[in-house]
């Protein structure tokens, strides 16, 4: 299997290639630097400062998207870092018409670089999508009035998946919707949500991390041989034989039944044991319960060669 890190450089190899869209030089797709991503951003597309830059949300917009960030908690190194900046389309489109702002992509631009997101979703998977502005908030969730989606959570499934959504509205100051009253505080709760689901990714990755480790420290002091196995060996084998032997006077059940109780019995002891000492110690140990089984599975043996 490709690990995701691999499959990102080579998908962003293919992507810095792309000319699909035959836009003249020096305009090419931006990339973005995360290679281990378990959240994306998916904005509109690029502006003119990031031609000469090469970096996503390099300009104006950039600072305010970065700003944002920090109230939830993230310096842009880190969200550069930690999230995958992807856009509905990846070269810049050029000016709008109208001299204010940059051109909004057309639909056989969006359709012809929508391929390049679609991969990103499969080979990222992420826990987090980060929609900003209308268009990419959109590809998500259809037509839906911004007021209505920015400051909350949305489940959506995709191409990839299945993720949560918290929407941004785009930070580029072209609109006035976030001057409109109340509006602010819907990006500030949004931005609390992000900053909460990026604590949790951040814990989730440190786990995997350490976790290794721990079993690794816990296979270094629990042994597959010692005193304390022999003790797990003869207590479940004598449990074993104890509660089979009680169960043949009080029922006299078939052989097979009585095993049976006598097998559940010793699995319930040994695995009870060892939640109190995972409770008491951090240790759960499945060399003792392994000891355990063999105990119970020669004092089966045993019991089956007696005589009734
Ligand atoms: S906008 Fe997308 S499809 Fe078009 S050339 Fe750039 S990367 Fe390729």
Not at 93 to 107: E, I, L
Not at 122 to 133: D, T
Not at 287 to 300: H, K, P, V
């Amino acid at each position: 299997m490709v690990r995701q890190a691999d499959g990102l450089a080579l998908h962003l190899e293919r992507l810095a290639e792309c000319r699909r869209c035959g836009h003249p030089e020096p305009i090419v797709p931006i990339l973005s630097r995360a290679r281990r991503p378990r959240a994306m951003l998916v904005g509109q597309a690029p502006g003119k400062v990031e031609i000469s830059s090469r970096t996503p949300f390099a300009g104006r917009a950039g600072k305010t998207l970065f700003r944002w960030f920090a109230e939830a908690g993230l310096s842009e190194e880190e969200a550069r870092d930690r999230i995958y900046i992807s856009a509905m389309t990846r070269c810049f489109p050029g000016a709008h018409p109208s001299g204010r702002g940059d051109r909004v992509p057309t639909r056989d631009e969006l359709e012809l670089c929508g391929s390049w997101l679609d991969d990103e979703l499969k080979l990222i998977r992420p826990a987090l999508i980060i929609p900003v502005g209308k268009l990419a908030i959109g590809r998500f969730m259809g037509d839906a009035p911004l007021a209505e989606v920015v400051g909350r959570e949305h489940a959506v499934e995709h191409v990839g998946g299945k993720s949560v959504l918290v929407p941004l509205p785009h930070p580029s100051g072209a609109s006035s919707w976030i001057h409109a009253p109340g509006h602010r505080a819907l990006v500030s709760k949004a931005l609390e949500l992000i900053g909460r689901r990026m604590r949790g990714l951040a814990a989730a990755a440190l786990f995997l991390a350490l976790a290794p480790a721990a079993l690794h420290a816990q296979s270094r002091t629990d042994r597959w041989l010692g005193a304390d196995k022999v003790k797990h060996f003869f207590t479940t084998a004598l449990i074993q034989s104890f509660t089979y032997s009680v169960a043949q006077v009080t029922t006299r059940a078939p052989r097979s039944s009585l095993l049976l109780s006598a097998s559940v019995a010793s699995a319930a002891v040994g695995i009870g044991k060892e939640m109190h000492d995972r409770g008491s110690y951090g240790l759960f140990s499945v060399r003792d319960l392994a000891w355990d089984a063999a105990g119970a599975g020669a004092a089966s043996v045993m019991l089956l060669h007696t005589r009734h």
